[in-house]
């Protein structure tokens, strides 16, 4: 009985199973579409089409904001949200704009300097969340503003400069596809689905979904929690250091801070991942960044004064969000909407 | 039987205290292997927190813990499922957004070139759900979206994924259908015969009766005294477990017999597939029950009564007025004058971490307020008379509901909705994993509120209560009431009958479920 069921499965028990994968994608499928459409409305009404530089264009201003959505997912997996990750994003811009300089080997060294400092920005949130026992929200809301006080130490003012080879090789595109983009699937494939399909990322959903449960089951609650951290300040670095490439210098400005953070809450949101936690995926919030981002875009070809993107990005992110919850007209047990 | 051989796992002078209440005091326990073991007691006797010492979720303040020789401490859970220990808790250790094999795996999920290997997981998880006998349970679903006794089956499967060497179930039968009773019960005797040690909680003495080799009973946080199952009578067992004489259970019904026009009278109640035309009538000071088997529609009609379920049709008429129940706050209201205890008293009736006064006065805070404003001493008034009432523990008043045993939990639940000096009241399985001293308490409690001129609705899934607390049963089958037993009629053998839909009841009761659910 044990074997049949596991070797030659019903035909009822395989449209199920689809039925489970696709639900459980529900919100990421969400996101592509109205990426999709509205990408699709821009290259229409855009008068010379989409031609590789317009894509190029649009993919290297999507990755920034992808890249720190990405970060900003994993936090919101475990049931927390990081403020940290805009200034970490700042504060990676202005290292490498002092250090990814020089010859291949310092321009090297210099790129895994950058990345190693995200990281261990990301290592102290979790470890003062953990072992503070405090909440991620005010945590990271402290130790972004020590984060962005250390850029504006590195970089007073704006200025610098960067290696000026790997810089153009990362904002350029390859037989029409942007590096940024390939930078983006490199991220998703060598950081976001190993964590995915690991323990201790299977630990950070359990953690989202129950933490009582999650420690009761024996899942390694703490060592999940420091290194959803630990990755977003990884992913805000790499963030940091496309951004570097993108405009050949650093720049420690707040608002640019401010402004990653909250847009990278609302990505993740559009991308279908749950802000109780437990539910979503950083493939959603590469979708949701890129959905904010086009907003911009849509502006321009239609020639509507780009100082009014907040309001449409704002209505958009309400638009987005309304239609995750349109299930809830079905409900008819009014129990159900409390959970 | 634990003459010559070592006990598998043996505990001593095991004490632990929380804060100034002392939960255990110099306890032991042992247990053998290829036995089942009944660990019995009150709640709050001490049993739920020896289990979490064995679990490694507390630590004890003394005492030692030797498992197969060996002294033994665990720091965490996961070191006591690695010692070959794994708990079935009664409160679902179950993660609710992650699928079915998600959880079971979660503990040591298969894996390959370092990352979890999906594919092995679901075999596994397959192999875990037909060993428990619920392969009616799809590896892919999320688990939040299976109903409790589903999810509770889960939970076992989980358990045994890891294949301990102690398998504790705590209260674990609790939210089960029959069906999945019997096929749990097959399988413990079968994990019994490979030589696993079984710790088995619960509150159903028939269940301990059938299943447990030996009990062990506390009391108060101490260890009272260990014998082979059947050497004693259920009395001598109760009397053990509350320290007093056990006298009669149940309250005698009313002498005179309600009559009059009915308070409370459904005509036609559906809802979604799940209610199909229930009829029913409560005159004041009766108490009716609802029975039958789990899921056959009777919590819904509490909860459509409530106003808590939408597009539901039929008419319920209140004194003879007709009224449309939209909404909880409607059905409370002065001229309705309803009340429901919920099934689910953590997530429906109680705000956790709020004091026991904060969580008595909610749904009454209308009638103490006039403009808005909360009148302080009539609050205080209405809790302090609601606590003596229901003898809630008094040291935790100011204090989080949460602190509370299970049993005053659901006298805070109870208590709340007392406030409101209900005339219709919907009691929905109230006494699910709660003592025997506080069930004889609110057994009481619904026969005295009756004779105050309530009518009251009680749903219950253990046939004991029905028989002895209710004036009429209703049994239910496919969503709407199938039968009607009262007087001599209202005994085990028909009610089991009729919550099969049988016409005649000419076979035993525990049986006939077994065969005909499964």
Known sequence: MTAASATAEPKGRSREAWRHRLAAQRGVLLAVAIFAAMFAIYGWKQEVGLTASIINTAANKGA??????????LP????????????????????ASNIVVGGPLMTALGVVGVLAVGLVCGVINGVIVVYGRLQPIIVTLATGAVYFGLALA??????GSVNFELADLMTRSFYGVPSSVILLVAAVVLIWIPYRRSVLGRAAYAIGSSEQAAFMSGVPVARAKILAFALAGLLSAIAG?????????????????????LNSIGAV??????????????IGSIFGAFVMRTVGDLLIVFDINPVLQPLFVGIVLLFAVSLGSLRLLHIRNRLDLYR | MDGGSTPLLRMEGISKHYGGVRALEDARFA??????????GENGAGKSTLIKIVAGVVPPDS????????????????????????????ELSLLPDLTVADNIAITNPPKRFGLIDNRAQRRLAEQALARVGAEDIHPDAPVGDLPLSRRQMVEIAKALARDPKILILDEATSALTAADVVKVFKMLKHLKADGLAVIYISHRMHEIAELADECTVYRNGRYVATFATGTKSHGAIVEMMIGREYSSVFPPLSEKKPDGPPMLSVRGLSWAGRLNGVDLDVRPGEVVGLGGLDGQGQSQLLLGLFGALIGMTGTVEIDGKPVKLASPQKAKAAEVGMALIPEDRKNEGLMLPMTVRENLSFAAVDGFSRFGIVNR??????????????????????GPVAALSGGNQQKVVIGKWLMTKPRIILLNDPTRGIDVGTKQELYQLMRTLAEGGAAILFYSTDYDELIGCCDRVLVFYGGTVTRTLSGSALNERNLVAAALNLSTADADGPALVATAAS
């Open chain 1, 76 to 95: 919101v997996l475990i049931g927390g949200l990081d403020l940290s990750v805009g200034s970490v994003f700042v504060l990676t811009n202005c290292l």
């Open chain 2, 31 to 40: 247990c053998d292997r290829g036995s089942i073991h009944a660990l019995l």
């Open chain 1, 64 to 73: 920034l904001l992808a890249l720190v959505a990405m970060a900003q997912t």
């Open chain 2, 63 to 90: 005492g030692t813990i030797i498992l197969d020789g060996q002294p033994v401490s665990f720091a965490s859970p996961s070191a006591a499922n690695d010692a070959g220990i794994a708990c079935v808790f009664q």
């Open chain 1, 154 to 159: 590195l970089r007073p003012e704006p200025g």
């Open chain 1, 269 to 282: 949101v559009i991308g279908g991942t749950s802000l109780f936690g437990g539910s979503g995926s950083a």
């Open chain 2, 377 to 398: 001493k009539a609050e205080e008034a209405a809790i302090d008379e609601v606590i003596k009432l229901l003898q809630i523990r008094s040291d935790g008043i100011d």
């Open chain 1, 241 to 261: 250091l496309l951004l570097t490439f993108v405009t050949y210098s650093g720049a420690a400005k707040a608002a640019l801070g401010a402004d990653y953070t």
